[in-house]
């Protein structure tokens, strides 16, 4: 991506989330040529429906994982993967993810912190125009990435189709 005009990207990190592991992830982000524009700390209290995330990263996200595939790019990608495997959870030990969020169209990628290698190598060709709702997780007994909401819309509409 160093060619191009640099991303921008902003952070919330989870009230819990080490500063350290927040500074790691703008390290990471900035070597793959994302310049994050603002770091904030989420305040409140999220529902029990919501996601327990560590970090979000809101960005141009097809853009990003497209720049993720060049050869340039290979180590701060390491680097990067790296800062999401080290994600923590709470003093409760669980961990948690990070999430990236697309800017303009909300969708989201969760990248659990054990992610395997193959998650990572398909996440880069992953066309995200194919998914309408997200948010996409790596279903590791499929072997693929996959929104779950996506695919029971898909089922609603083709039984109302039949019917």
């Known amino acids: 991506m160093p060619d191009a005009l640099p991303l921008r990207a902003e952070l919330l990190l989870?009230?819990?989330a080490p500063d350290a592991?927040?500074?790691?992830?703008v390290a990471a982000l900035d070597g793959l040529g994302v310049r994050?524009?603002?770091v904030r700390r989420a305040v409140g209290h999220r529902g029990a429906a919501d996601l327990p995330w560590l970090m979000l990263a809101s960005l141009p996200l097809q853009a990003f994982l497209s720049g993720l595939g060049a050869e340039a790019v290979r180590d701060a990608y390491v680097s990067?993967?790296?800062v999401v495997r080290r994600g923590t959870g709470s003093g409760s030990g669980v961990p948690r993810p990070l999430v990236l969020q697309d800017d303009r169209s909300g969708l989201s990628v969760i990248l659990e912190p054990e992610l395997p290698a193959e998650a990572y190598e398909q996440l880069l060709s992953l066309d995200l125009t194919e998914f309408r709702v997200g948010p996409l997780h790596y279903d590791r007994q499929l072997g693929r990435w996959r929104s779950e909401l996506d695919e029971a819309a898909a089922t609603v509409?083709?039984?109302e189709g039949a019917g």
């Open 36 to 38: 994050t524009a603002r």
């Open 21 to 25: 592991l927040g500074q790691d992830l």
């Open 14 to 16: 989870d009230e819990e």
């Open 157 to 159: 509409d083709r039984q």
């Open 80 to 82: 990067f993967k790296g």
